[in-house]
């Protein structure tokens, strides 16, 4: 079955760096793409960045281009979230999908706080 394990997240002060990985299985993980999206508190779910399946392209929610980065691994069946310059308002949990099936993690907990 499908399984999406998120890993990476913690608490770190603004300004301050994490990678977040997410572990994917029980598909062919090189032929989708893949979005990261995180929930803060009493907010909606959003989505913060998607690539597609090569990895050749990349979007980005307005509010983290230039500070966050999304990757893949093919080979290792992974794909990153790269977060710098951290915000107090990043503070959410964040969670991997497989947009075209339908299928997220458990989700990581990231918070920015001094």
């Known amino acids: 079955q499908v399984q999406l394990v998120e890993s990476g997240g913690g608490l770190v002060q603004p300004g301050g760096s994490l990678r977040l990985s997410c572990a994917a299985s029980?598909?062919?993980?090189?032929?989708?793409?893949l979005t990261w999206y995180r929930q803060a508190p009493g907010k909606e779910r959003e989505l913060v960045a998607g690539?597609?399946?090569?990895?050749?392209?990349?979007n980005y929610t307005d509010s983290v281009k230039g500070r966050f980065t999304i990757s893949r691994d093919n080979a290792k069946n992974t794909v990153y979230l790269e977060m710098n310059s951290l915000k107090p308002e990043d503070t959410a949990v964040y969670y991997c999908?497989?947009?075209?099936?339908?299928?997220w993690g458990q989700g990581t907990q990231v918070t920015v706080s001094s």
């Open positions: 029980g598909f062919t993980f090189s032929s989708y793409g």
């Open positions: 690539i597609t399946s090569s990895g050749g392209r990349t």
């Open positions: 999908k497989v947009p075209r099936l339908g299928y």
